[in-house]
Each structure stands twice: as structure tokens, then as C-alpha cells.
């Protein structure tokens, strides 16, 4: 599966950002898929998670309750809606695929592949 992230951009402390993950290849819409970030100097953080159904869905403790992850299949690409923004909300934000021998839930990086190229979001104070 190949996935490009979009729609990062420049946001004001308290506002709202949706990203966008499109995937492509083969059986892209069987994969859970997932967001993750990456802030200058830290290490990628996990950021949430959603089966390939959309049924089942995890977040990161970060990010809960203002962010929400939601996917539509019959466009093959998953969503990231980021509200109540925080500065500290500020990375890279990365798309990423569950490998198939991997446990649900699992926030580790180890455990997903394909990553995007990744979006830009910046949130000034």
C-alpha cells in the first residue's frame, strides 16, 4: 500500500485542521491505518488508529478528546480532525499501515509500514 498525507498547513492556537491520507495499491482498503507525528528533536509519537471497517478506532493520550480519525473507503483514505489546536500539536504528521502480523492497539512504530511522506502543521500561539 502507498499512502500520501496532505492538508497540514499554518493554524492559530484553538482552531481546527483535517488531514488527509490517500492510499493506493492493492487491497489498500483492507489495512488499519494510522497517524503519527513527528515535533523537531522528539521521537514519532503515535497519534491514532482506525481498522480497515472504520469499526474500531485508538487514540493516543495526547490527543484525546480533540482529535478524531474517520475514514472513507469508497475514496480509499483516512481523515484527521484536529481541533482546540495547541502549539504543542505542532510535527510532521505521518500516515502509516498496520502490518498484517501486528496486534490491534500497538502504538509502536516497528509495527507499521508504508509510510507517507508526511504533512506540515504548524500552530502558533
Known amino acids: 500500500v502507498q499512502l500520501q498525507a496532505s492538508g497540514g498547513g499554518l493554524v492559530q492556537a484553538g482552531g481546527s485542521l483535517r488531514l488527509s491520507c490517500a492510499a493506493s495499491?492493492?487491497?489498500?482498503?483492507?489495512?488499519?491505518l494510522a497517524w503519527f507525528r513527528q515535533a523537531p528533536g522528539e521521537e514519532r509519537e503515535f497519534v491514532a488508529a482506525?481498522?480497515?471497517?472504520?469499526?474500531?478506532?485508538y487514540y493516543g493520550d495526547s490527543v484525546k478528546p480533540r482529535f478524531r480519525i474517520s475514514r472513507d473507503n469508497s475514496k480509499n483514505t483516512v481523515y484527521l480532525q484536529m481541533t482546540s489546536l495547541k502549539p504543542e500539536d505542532s510535527a510532521v504528521y505521518y500516515c502509516?499501515?498496520?502490518?498484517?502480523?501486528?496486534?490491534?492497539?500497538?502504538?509502536?512504530?516497528?509495527?507499521?509500514?508504508?509510510w507517507g511522506q508526511g504533512t506540515l502543521v504548524t500552530v502558533s500561539s
Open positions: 502509516a499501515a498496520l502490518k498484517p502480523t501486528r496486534n490491534w492497539g500497538t502504538t509502536r512504530n516497528d509495527d507499521f509500514t508504508s
Open positions: 495499491g492493492p487491497s489498500s482498503e483492507n489495512y488499519a
Open positions: 482506525i481498522s480497515w471497517s472504520g469499526g474500531r478506532i
